[in-house]
């Protein structure tokens, strides 16, 4: 399954969650559910080679495969051994951009967060945003206490994403995870309650 960071599950928290509702949004991007009309747009998503290169979507990927992502991402909100996964999409059209997923993994009050993009919304800053609106939502709704993020050493656009949204560098864990069938490096990130600043966001370490 796309993004999954472990070799073994092991779910805890709620059995069953409600999504944001209505759904997140900054004006420029909104988060909401996934829909089965979202599917042209995952397909092209999961076959791009750069999303291959750092996330364990299936190679090849096609409509099969991302009907049965579509299934087990819906299924989250629902069965705590899925992620909880939002799309990412344009606020103006609401056309898919991508995904963020919250991972239950972790002891209940820690959720790893993970992200995808699609191709043509690359570079615009869209993780960004996402990650400011869905990072205070997980600590308030769903009581978080922690949330982790982690990167390969050399996607250097996703530790920008992770920087700017406020998230803290932690350290570099080896040989953490399997990618592709690759055990890779990985930059483990953190952001805490009080990371947030007086809006409510992750402060931006840069202002």
Known sequence: MRLAPYDVAMPSGPASVEPPDPPLTDGRVRLRVLREDDLPRLVEEGSDETTARWVNVPVPYGEAEAREE??????????PAFPLALVIADAATDEYCGLVLLLREHPHDIMEMAYGVHPAARRRGLVTAAIRLAAPWAFTALGVARLEARTDPENLASQRALARAGF???????????????????????????DLDQKGSPADPRT
């Open 168 to 194: 803290t560098r932690e350290g570099l864990e080896r040989s953490s995870r399997s990618i592709q069938g690759e055990r890779r490096d990985m930059i483990c990130w953190s952001l805490l309650p009080a």
């Open 70 to 79: 579509l299934h087990t991402m819906t299924a989250g909100w629902h069965d």
